[in-house]
């Protein structure tokens, strides 16, 4: 993400949340949703088969949440808190919830949800400072 | 949207909510999504120009809130209610502040702001529906 | 998809496809979108488990190009044939190639992915009519 | 994307071509998909406003081609070497197209529009990269 930062300081819109914890809170709903996606992929490939299907399908919505929420964090133009803080709510329990299932695998064993896990915490966290940054 | 109805009722997972319920969230997500493309882009054609960016920008976030939605309703394996809640909360009140926006400009004479609008109307309206049938 | 029509004919950049061709083009993609989506999750509920996992995958890829595909061909302004030939044409073949994949669980009775599967060869053939009118 | 490498090596799916191939292509779509979306923002925030227009339209088809694709190369699972080519013959032409637009602006001083240049031009090179790793 080596290219958010001098994007969103050269917009002429100027970003309605301290830059750095805007800089966080886009960098890591686009690094979770790669993360839930390859994830995904990763528990399809597990022989356990029927236990990974929670985790997989909470990992596709988590891909999704998280790019519609890196995708209007991105946007500084025309920024409507209101509608950015129901999606940063969405964000940050999606990513609870699905870190919460990735962490079940992650303690029999399986590599890649422990780094899903890493991934989904990162990014609720910064959802949530992000929220408590938000104007009004 | 030929295609929800019966892909859905063949699922082995049963839905959590009422499927017809259901089957007007997952196609007024997707039409919305596409509604809300395509006005921005007719937005952006308008001589107007600096007039339409609110639009434009809120289309941009419905789009993306939409779609993200429209995809998680259509999952019914593993269906998690407080993280589809959620969503459905996301959708519903980015629906309603750019269906705002788009009545704005259609009461100005914009034919595609005002179908937008009514997307936006009915989308939000059915994502109220299924936020009111989820268990839990 | 009852909005992209008027949407479409209300923007003041004109297409440069016939317009019904266009709409044609525009809908299959997002119909095979959600149908993908919904297909997936509906193999992932299916006991054979390990038989599904190509299945799934291909139509997670499908889904993925269809909605670029779609939001592409609803945007009218300043459109570019030369990456919408691109696109088009990995998703008719990405619906090809999913399509077959559907028809061998659809001889093996699986409901769902004889819908999918018509779903990807309705957006294979819009795709291949839009490439065929494409300026250039 | 600090986690690409440790999911994308836990997969028991092997990739179809070198790892650190395939990690520079997953992330510099996802880093191109994040730039586009977010100088197609600063586009809108320019004073100019109509000679924008297609580096918008651009950005917002990039952008969408580009998360299409890193997805795809995300999943390394029943990975299909044909559709994944047509996928990323898709992104490198649009990520060619669209740094050209991008370039444009960028010698008439609009910095964002030099960074969006650059993530376009580093996929473009990456997927070109992995397109001539692709078996078959």
Redesign the interface.
């Known amino acids: ?4 930062a ?3 300081r ?4 100027k970003p309605s949340v301290d830059m750095n914890t805007l800089l966080e809170g ?1 960098q890591t709903c ?6 839930c ?6 528990d ?4 356990q ?2 236990e990974m ?2 985790c ?3 990992c ?2 988590c ?3 998280c ?2 929420t ?3 964090l ?7 808190p ?2 950015a803080r ?2 940063l ?2 964000c940050a ?2 990513c609870k ?1 699905c870190g919460d299932e990735c962490e079940q695998h992650a303690r029999h064993g ?3 949800c422990q ?2 896990m ?2 989904c915490r990162h990014c609720e966290q910064a959802c949530t400072t992000v929220l408590s940054s938000l104007p009004g």
């Open positions: 993400m080596t290219y958010a001098p994007i969103e050269a917009n002429l819109s886009i686009f690094d979770c949703a790669q993360a996606t390859a994830d995904a992929d990763a399809l490939a597990e022989p088969g029927h299907i929670r997989i399908r909470l596709l919505d891909a999704d949440v790019l519609a890196g995708k209007i991105s946007r500084q133009t025309a920024f409507d209101p509608t129901a999606a709510q969405s329990l999606t919830v399986l590599a890649h780094t899903c890493e991934a």
